[in-house]
C-alpha cells in the first residue's frame, strides 16, 4: 500500500542547532513530494515542493529538502533552527505526479528551545 | 490562504444535531477535500470531491455525507453530530497547476456536547 513514514514523533533542538526531519515513501514510479508546516493554532502551509530535476530543493524560511530517489527518501533540513521553527512537520507525497490525493505521513513535532 | 475560505470558524453544537460546514473557493481547482485533525491521529480525509458532484468516501467517512453542486463549494455535514466527531476539520483544494499540493483552508473547530 501506497504510504509515508515520518521517523521522529517529537523532536526538541535548542536554537541554532541544525534539524533533520526524516521522510520515506513506499512506491518506486513517479511522485511529487511535498512539505507543510503547521504552526500552533493554525492550518497547513506549504513550505516547499519537489516534482521534477534538481533534488535539493529550497523553501520558505531557509528550509531545504532532498530528494533520494534510491531510498525513497525526502528528507527536511535548515541549517540552524529558531525559536519561531516550533510547529509540526508533514511530509506528503503524490503518487504518480497526476490526479489523486496526497498521503501524508503522521507528521513530526518540532519544539525549538529559546 | 486568500482562494480558500471555511466558515464557521468555531462552532458548538448538541449532541443528535445536524452540521454543516462549508469550505468555498475561488481558484477553480478540480479536486476539494475534507479532513479532520486530531490529537495522535494526524489528518485523516473524510472525503473528497473530484468534480461536481463527483464525491467519494475517506477512511473516516462514517457519519459524514458531503455535497458539490458547484465547482466552488463542497460542504460537509455531520448528520447527527456525535461527541467523538468533536475535531478540527480543515478543507483543502489542489488542481493540475499545483502538481496536485493542497492548499489548506483556515479550519473549523467543532465542539459536540
Known amino acids: 500500500a501506497q504510504s509515508v513514514s515520518q521517523h521522529n514523533h517529537h523532536v526538541i533542538l535548542s536554537e541554532a542547532a541544525s534539524l533533520e526531519l526524516g521522510c520515506n515513501y513506499s512506491y518506486g514510479g513517479t511522485v511529487n513530494l511535498f512539505w507543510y508546516v503547521q504552526y500552533p493554532g493554525q492550518h497547513l502551509q506549504l513550505l516547499l515542493k519537489?516534482?521534477?530535476?534538481?533534488?535539493l530543493v529550497k523553501g520558505i524560511k531557509g528550509f531545504e529538502a532532498e530528494f533520494i530517489k534510491s531510498k525513497f527518501s525526502f528528507n527536511l533540513r535548515k541549517p540552524s533552527v529558531q525559536w519561531s521553527d516550533t510547529a509540526e512537520y508533514f511530509c506528503?507525497?503524490?503518487?504518480?505526479?497526476?490526479?489523486?490525493?496526497?498521503?501524508f505521513g503522521k507528521g513530526t513535532k518540532l519544539s525549538v528551545k529559546p | 490562504d486568500a482562494g480558500i475560505t471555511q466558515s464557521p470558524r468555531h462552532k458548538v453544537t448538541e449532541t443528535g444535531t445536524p452540521v454543516t460546514l462549508r469550505c468555498h473557493q475561488t481558484e477553480n481547482h478540480r479536486y476539494m477535500y475534507w479532513y479532520r485533525q486530531d490529537p495522535g491521529h494526524g489528518l485523516r480525509l473524510i472525503h473528497y470531491s473530484y468534480g461536481v458532484k463527483d464525491t467519494d468516501k475517506g477512511e473516516v467517512s462514517d457519519g459524514y455525507s458531503v455535497s458539490r453542486s458547484k465547482t466552488e463549494d463542497f460542504l460537509l455535514t455531520l448528520e447527527s453530530a456525535t461527541s467523538s466527531q468533536t475535531s478540527v476539520y480543515f478543507c483543502?483544494?489542489?488542481?493540475?497547476?499545483?502538481?496536485?499540493?493542497?492548499?489548506f483552508g483556515s479550519g473549523t473547530r467543532l465542539t459536540v456536547v
Open positions: 519537489y516534482f521534477s530535476g534538481d533534488p
Open positions: 483543502a483544494i489542489s488542481g493540475h497547476s499545483t502538481g496536485y499540493g493542497y492548499t
Open positions: 506528503a507525497v503524490n503518487y504518480g505526479g497526476s490526479q489523486g490525493n496526497l498521503i
